[in-house]
């Protein structure tokens, strides 16, 4: 690719704008805010169940259960779908380290599998080698918005006798074929953090199953082990979904399309104009990607992430180091079936060693991205000289 200036109009381009999303909104969501103030159901109550039954249709599941974080939705699901202390997880290497805090809150062990190199999801072939008789759960994580291959993780997890639990927390409105994210294991686990495709104006998550009894005991959990008021039947947690973030997603759910094929518009923007040297993210033709990240890989990340610091141009690293580096797991390192290890996962350190994440959010301008392409393209080529 030839050389371009680089457009002077624009000189920053912050990673994520919240502000320019939220203050687009703004009348909706205080009219949502004073809602909350005048009812008084701050803590679970009207709104949550109104939001529990909106999202619960758009995921396309009988149930949706709101909790405090994303976090809590992975453990609080895991445990409702019956994980005992002792019990072996499948967890993918290249993700957030919460998908694997939520096998350990939930008391279980997770086991660490290797990623596809082109999409940074999980490889089934990996994960066979770390099953054990012990294993009960695989997550799949459908990480920067793109689904998983539910076809294939379907067929292993019946093969193997497994639970699976989604990890759609960056996954909001994606598809596999004509299925949404949360709707396509025995469960699923959304974050609402403010920085996700629908993100609330403080911390939440939810927990989306067509399982009647998963649902149940979710609800029992999150809410102090409480079947019902005074009458606490388990050791639960307070994990309860807020009135006021409940109010709040309800008004950015109604955008949540328009805004993922706003995303879906930039990526393509990024593809075409990418110069040699950034190698992004693989797209699988059946996941209608939603892209909560839109990630690249390149030799020497930190060196092109701190020349676009200088030209103005925020990014982002997820996730290093790989989460079976994390000191929280020294003691759960990768081993296979037969118990041998560490394993080197190299796929995932790859992943974690390039991965580069640019600018991506609904509002992100077409101008703003070529902004960013020219910044690579003068970087890479100052990195050369």
């Not at 998550?205 to 079947?227: P, V």
Request: hydrophobic share 40%.
């Amino acid at each position: 690719m030839t050389t371009t200036s680089i457009s002077p109009a624009i000189s920053q381009v912050p990673f994520v704008d919240l502000a320019r999303h939220n203050l687009a909104i703004a009348d909706e969501l205080r009219a949502a805010f004073d809602r909350v103030l005048e009812d008084g159901g701050f803590v679970l109550g009207d709104e949550v169940d109104a939001f529990e039954a909106e999202f619960a249709e758009y995921c396309g599941v009988r149930h949706c259960v709101g909790v405090g974080s994303g976090t809590a939705a992975l453990t609080l699901a895991l445990l409702a779908a019956g994980v005992q202390s002792g019990d072996e997880v499948i967890v993918p290497a290249h993700t957030y380290i919460a998908s694997a805090l939520g096998v350990l809150h939930a008391g279980a062990i997770p086991r660490f599998c290797d990623v596809d190199d082109k999409t940074g999801l999980i490889d089934l072939r990996s994960a066979a080698e770390v099953l054990s008789t012990r294993t009960v759960a695989v997550i799949p994580v459908h990480l920067y918005g793109q689904v998983c291959d539910m076809e294939a993780v379907e067929l292993f997890a019946r093969r193997h006798g497994l639970l699976v639990v989604e990890d759609a927390a960056q996954a909001h409105g994606a598809k596999w074929e004509n299925a949404r994210a949360g709707s396509l294991g025995h469960v699923g686990a959304f974050s609402f953090y403010p920085s996700k495709n629908l993100g609330a104006l403080g911390d939440g998550g939810a927990i989306c199953t067509d399982d009647d009894a998963i649902a149940e005991r979710s609800r029992r959990l999150r809410n102090l082990g409480q079947r019902r008021k005074g009458e606490h039947v388990e050791a639960g947690f307070n994990e309860r979904l807020d009135g006021v973030q409940a109010a709040m997603l309800r008004i950015k759910l109604r955008g949540l399309d328009s805004g993922n094929a706003a995303r879906r518009e930039r990526a393509d923007h990024y593809r075409e104009a990418l110069p040699d040297g950034c190698r992004p993210l693989g797209e699988d033709p059946r996941s209608e990607c939603v892209y909560h990240l839109f990630p690249v890989r390149v030799a020497d990340r930190d060196e092109l992430a701190a020349r676009l610091e200088r030209m103005g141009v925020r990014t982002g690293v997820h996730y290093w180091p790989a989460v079976h580096r994390q000191p929280p797991f020294a003691a759960h390192g990768p081993r296979d079936r037969n118990g041998h290890g560490p394993t080197y996962l190299g796929t995932a350190v790859r992943w974690s060693e390039e991965e580069l994440s640019l600018p991506m959010f609904a509002e992100l301008t077409p101008a703003e991205v070529t902004r960013v392409t020219e910044a690579i393209e003068e970087a890479l080529e100052e990195a050369r000289r």
